[in-house]
């Protein structure tokens, strides 16, 4: 019986530690501050200090129309953790935005040209 009771438990806990993993879902469009145009292949990461070519699963670029799609799976035990994302492209100060709910749709991020 002693069993039976630990081996409930356990299956509670597996079941409660998966009910807390939380989705991250951000979509949008990524323009010139000033001219309003499209940017492509702007990186997208959550890793701004490291290099893009060496962020760990992390290589996420906007699109030939400037559309970008990031999502991530975090923990989380009785709501998503913020989010913050970096844009970066060459000519271009790097922006982060911190998204403080677990999804957000057809944000515009406008990028400054370095001068």
Do not use: W
């Not at 807390?20 to 990461?45: K, N, R």
């Amino acid at each position: 019986m002693e069993i039976m009771k630990t081996i409930a438990y356990l299956i509670l806990i597996m079941l409660l530690s998966q009910s807390c993993d939380c989705l991250q879902h951000v979509q949008g469009y990524v323009v010139d501050s000033s001219t309003l145009q499209p940017i492509d292949s702007v990186s997208i990461s959550q890793f701004y200090k490291i290099p893009i070519d060496k962020r760990p699963d992390d290589k996420r670029y906007s699109d030939s129309i400037g559309g970008f799609e990031y999502m991530s799976i975090s923990g989380g035990f009785f709501r998503c953790p913020s989010l913050t994302l970096y844009y970066d492209k060459d000519g271009y100060e790097i922006y982060d935005k911190k998204y403080r709910n677990c999804c957000r749709e057809n944000d515009t991020i406008r990028l400054k040209r370095i001068e």
